[in-house]
């Protein structure tokens, strides 16, 4: 069976994520570029977890490949059977299936998963004996819950609904009827917009997806992700990486995930490694 996937993602030079106010800017891409025909196989699909829910729309499969690199992770973590989770309550539901644990990490407490939290300690202890540090950028770093990122959502959505109306791309009765949405149906709706360049970034001349993580669909929210501090060091990185921490949202610089395996396990589950900005992300393979 073939099904459509979106091809999205730049090799190189695409724009920071601005989940927080400190983030950093690279140049960016402005939209996924084609949209071509595969099947639903290779490594990738294959090392998915039992039961994964294979999105069926191209939104989702624009986030899968985005963001997908969660999806198998390893050492004891457990991560997500979808790309999107539709509200508050379902996120609650799969985090409190998931052992966790809290940590007060550079004075800022956070929560993973027992597993992610182990390797991060592990990895720190390494850092503590090169005399480097490895802490969290913010209060928000590690752990969300979905409500977090519907205001982020929102804060692009809505003046960008506004601008495009004023330019006449778009009619004030449509803008009206996607504010009446769900944040959960809105996402497909605002990914259609642009595919026509009506963009929704802060800028406006990009995806939204290089600006804000879609309602339900942040690595966050799996518990095995963390935004850290000295994300600009090779030696932290190199560090985190021998801990199974790795990069692996291009558009994203600070941002690391718990993947739990070597690097030369990587490419035998499916991912990818891209250079981009010396750094070395870890990508689906799709």
Same mark, same amino acid.
């Given at each position: ?12 030079? +695409? ?108 990895? +720190? ?44 791309? +778009? ?30 970034? @802060?800028?406006?001349? @990009? ?13 966050? +929210? ?40 070597? @690097? ?23």
């Amino acid at each position: 069976m073939k099904v459509l996937f979106i091809f999205s993602i730049a090799l190189a030079g +695409i724009g920071c994520l601005e989940i927080g106010a400190n983030s950093n800017n690279v140049a960016a891409k402005q939209a996924p570029e084609t949209v071509m025909e595969t099947p639903l196989s290779g490594d990738f699909h294959k090392n998915l977890p039992k039961g994964f829910e294979d999105p069926v729309d191209d939104a989702g499969r624009l986030l899968l490949r985005e963001y997908g690199a969660v999806f198998l992770a390893r050492g004891g973590a457990i991560p997500p059977k979808k790309v999107v989770f539709r509200d508050e309550a379902d996120v609650v539901a799969f985090q409190d299936s998931l052992e966790r644990s809290t940590a007060v990490i550079g004075g800022l407490r956070i929560e993973l998963q027992t597993p992610a939290m182990n390797a991060l300690k592990e990895a +720190i202890a390494d850092a503590e004996k090169a005399g480097l540090s490895i802490g969290p950028r913010g209060a928000d770093s590690a752990k969300r819950g979905y409500n977090q990122t519907v205001g982020l959502w929102a804060s692009r959505v809505n003046p960008g609904l506004a601008h495009w109306v004023g330019k006449g791309r +778009i009619t004030q009765a449509e803008a009206n009827r996607i504010r009446s949405l769900s944040p959960y149906q809105q996402v497909p709706e605002i990914l259609r917009l642009e595919r026509d360049e009506i963009w929704f970034a @802060k800028t406006l001349n @990009k995806s939204i997806i290089y600006s804000v993580a879609p309602p339900g669909t942040s690595q966050h +929210i799996s518990m095995l992700a963390l935004d850290v501090k000295e994300f600009e060091n090779s030696k932290v990185r190199a560090i985190l990486a021998e801990h199974g921490w790795y990069q692996t949202v291009l558009s994203d610089l600070p941002h690391f995930t718990f993947l739990g395996v070597k @690097k030369t396990e990587l490419a035998k589950l499916g991912l990818k490694e891209v250079v981009n900005s010396g750094r070395s992300f870890w990508v689906p393979n799709i």
